[in-house]
């Protein structure tokens, strides 16, 4: 997390509420400034006078008059033109219903209704029939698709005296989560084109040569740009990965499709990230019936190689900022710089297969033109993502202001 975060904490009517300065006190330690909301209910389970204590700023709510101090002031328009991140901890099912619906009948829903670039996430509490109810999940579901972050619930003994899930996540996890974020909207203005997730190539109807690639890093990389502020494109093959919402979405199979379509792509982005796991080759024939084994014992399956995607955009670039990625399985960092060199791009990370492959951590080194490497050490892939970006946007920057 940059100290440079700037996070609107939304307070809802729960009993998790009382949880809320605690939670503050993490967010400032891990660097964030901090301003948070009250919703009417909120006041019964926290106390205003720590909250601005600890955030040395005024707690924003309904009630109080904040007009007195500013008498022109739209607070649910202020914040969310300040924020990077409205977190709302906890969500109770009311309020999450009002999200998901539009309803914007107090300065918390009001202001998420304002919200244009910053991100929003939810934590939600509530009882457990509460949660498991139709109604909550198809209103979760419905801020899924707008892009919006939801924690997930835990288990345990609740206020109710029932035991399931719904409790509130741990405010340790819930902190660790947002030092994922990157560091603040670096990437305004930029347009960002990403490949993910495996190409498919097919050898009969019903047969296919694949990889085990998941997406889960160019979904990671493409939710990570968003959060920074740039106009992102995703190049997606078949994976299982959820994909953000607000990115452009442009769906392919085989390797020649995704070159096609990166192609078409390439001129108009800024910044391309090559994260997909294309297949190096593809059966020479493919048959319009599905093989049998009555066809005969042995079937010879003729590959040939596939273009190169990599390469093709490194020799087309005029101003694009060319990222690859190197799947090793021993992590030959000579064999990546070599890559890097032949395929002409700005930078390339180096990933290893059994650090990375199906996994939700990996362990990468970035290796850039002038020669420089950085080693990092094992995160998620949505930190790694983060990591990744920053150092592009840096990059980027010092190139703008040469």
């Known amino acids: ?15 998790a509420a009382y949880k809320a300065p605690g939670l503050v006190r993490l967010l400032l330690k891990h ?60 969500a109770t099912a009311n309020t999450i219903a009002k999200l998901a619906h539009g309803i914007g009948d107090n300065l918390l829903t009001t202001l998420a209704l304002s919200l244009r670039e910053a991100s929003l996430i939810l934590a939600p509490a509530m009882n457990t029939e509460m949660w498991r109810h139709p109604a909550t999940q198809a209103n979760l579901n419905v801020l899924r698709d707008r892009g919006t972050t939801i924690l997930p619930v835990t288990d345990g003994e609740l206020a109710c005296g029932t035991t399931g899930p719904g409790r509130m996540l741990d405010i340790e996890d819930i902190a660790a989560h947002i030092r994922q974020l990157p560091e603040g909207r670096t990437l305004i203005g930029k347009r960002v084109l990403i490949s993910s997730g495996p190409t498919v190539e097919q050898i009969d109807p019903v047969r296919v040569i694949t990889n085990k690639s998941s997406g889960k890093m160019g979904a990671a990389l493409a939710e990570q740009a968003l959060l920074m502020g740039a106009q992102v494109t995703l190049v997606a093959g078949p994976a299982l990965a959820q994909l953000p919402a607000q990115a452009r979405i ?3 199979s085989a390797a020649r499709e995704m070159k096609s379509a990166l192609e078409q792509e390439f001129g ?26 009555r066809t005969g014992p042995e079937i010879n399956l003729k590959l040939v190689a596939n273009p190169d995607i990599a390469e093709a955009l490194g020799a087309a670039k005029r101003n694009q900022y060319l990222v690859c990625f190197s799947l090793q399985t021993n992590g030959d960092e000579q064999q990546a710089r070599e890559k890097m060199q032949r395929k002409q791009c700005d930078m390339m990370v180096l990933n290893r297969v059994g650090d990375s492959l199906e996994k939700d951590t990996t ?25 990744i970006l920053g150092r592009i946007a840096h990059v980027c920057s010092d190139q703008a202001h040469e």
């Open 1 to 15: 997390m940059s100290c440079g975060l700037k996070l609107v904490l939304g307070i809802t009517g729960g009993i």
């Open 250 to 252: 442009v769906r392919v």
């Open 268 to 293: 108009c982005c800024d910044i391309c990230i090559m994260a997909a796991a294309v297949s190096d080759y593809r059966p020479e024939k493919q048959s319009t019936q599905k093989l049998s084994r």
């Open 363 to 387: 362990q990468v080194s970035i290796f850039y033109a002038d020669h420089r490497v950085d080693r990092l050490e094992t995160m998620s892939k949505l930190q790694a993502a983060g990591e």
């Open 31 to 90: 660097g964030a400034t901090v301003r948070t909301v009250l919703t009417p209910h909120a006041r019964s389970f926290v106390g205003e006078e720590a909250l601005r204590t600890l955030t040395h700023h005024i707690v924003y709510q309904d009630t109080q008059s904040t007009s007195t101090l500013y008498p022109n002031s739209l607070d649910h328009i202020s914040l969310a033109e300040w924020a990077d991140c409205l977190l709302v901890a906890p």
